[in-house]
């Protein structure tokens, strides 16, 4: 059995509304950031890997009319938000000590992938880490779904797929794959026993 692993929501706390209340922005400083970052294509080009930081903070601060200290401030942050949650690893640990193959797949930018490569150690317990940044496509996008079961030679059939979001679960179902949609570490351990996965 394969299990396939988001990062953001799943094994990684991140809620960029709790990251701008944080940085104690004015609420209208808030509602910009919101409109022209977070919920912007740019974002997704970034997780794309096919558009820099430098670009997104220039275009950001011309439509948004906020300042590009502003907006750095947000994207240094960012790691600070990042938090891991200690209950997916010990999940991870113990699934990889029974010999599940385990693998991520995550959109995520270049900056803060490269971010948790380095500053977390529990990357080998995975047998491949797929960033949306590195093969410049994001989830839900069906493309990114095939090409990690071929990279690695897997079976959509045999393969379960953990997420937090409903449209990147529902593109892994359209393909064969048993997605999860995550609410919590305990729900997850429970749908994984009722998959025969202990």
């Known amino acids: 059995m394969n299990i396939i692993f988001d990062l953001g929501g799943v094994v ?3 809620d960029p509304n709790n990251l701008i209340k944080r940085l104690n922005f004015e609420k209208e400083e808030e509602k910009l950031l919101k409109q022209f970052l977070f919920n912007s294509e740019d974002w997704i080009k970034l997780d794309q890997g096919i558009i820099y930081r430098d670009e997104v903070v220039k275009k950001c601060s011309i439509m948004s009319g906020l300042s590009a200290t502003t907006i750095n401030r947000v994207f240094d942050a960012v790691p600070t938000e990042l938090t891991v949650k200690k209950e997916m690893v ?31 150690s529990f990357w080998d317990n995975f047998t491949q880490i797929t960033f949306s940044c590195d093969v410049k496509m994001v989830k839900p996008n069906i493309d990114i779904y095939k090409s990690l079961l071929e990279v690695n030679k897997i079976n959509a059939s ?14 892994a179902n359209s393909l064969g794959l048993d997605g999860i949609l995550f609410s919590s570490v305990d729900q997850i351990r429970d749908e994984l026993k009722i998959r025969g996965v202990k």
């Open 12 to 14: 990684f706390n991140w």
């Open 158 to 171: 045999d393969s379960i797929f953990i997420d937090d979001t409903v449209v990147n679960i529902e593109a």
């Open 90 to 120: 010990q999940l991870i640990q113990e699934l990889k000590s029974k010999n599940y193959s385990l693998y991520v797949l995550s959109n995520m930018h270049k900056e803060f992938a490269e971010y948790l490569i380095k500053n977390y």
